[in-house]
């Protein structure tokens, strides 16, 4: 699997009505729940919550 630049900044902000796997699929991070272990479960997201992006391929 080859994943495509990322983007998104770096940090994300969590708008209105975003799920984990809405901000993964915008921005090419399907590893967010590992780089942001302060994140539970997937479902443990608000909006206005700050997360660490990161779109490498380390974990391919």
């Known amino acids: 699997m080859l994943?495509?630049?990322c983007p998104c900044e770096e940090f994300y902000v969590v708008?209105?009505?975003e799920t984990?796997?809405?901000v993964s699929a915008k921005c090419?991070?399907?590893f967010i729940l590992i780089d942001?272990?302060?994140i539970e479960e997937?479902?443990?997201i608000e909006?206005?919550?700050v997360f660490r992006l990161d779109c490498s391929q380390?974990?391919?």
């Open 3 to 5: 994943l495509q630049a």
């Open 15 to 17: 708008k209105a009505g």
């Open 20 to 22: 984990l796997h809405s």
């Open 28 to 30: 090419n991070a399907p």
């Open 36 to 38: 942001n272990p302060q």
């Open 42 to 44: 997937g479902d443990d």
């Open 47 to 49: 909006e206005g919550d």
């Open 58 to 60: 380390k974990y391919l």
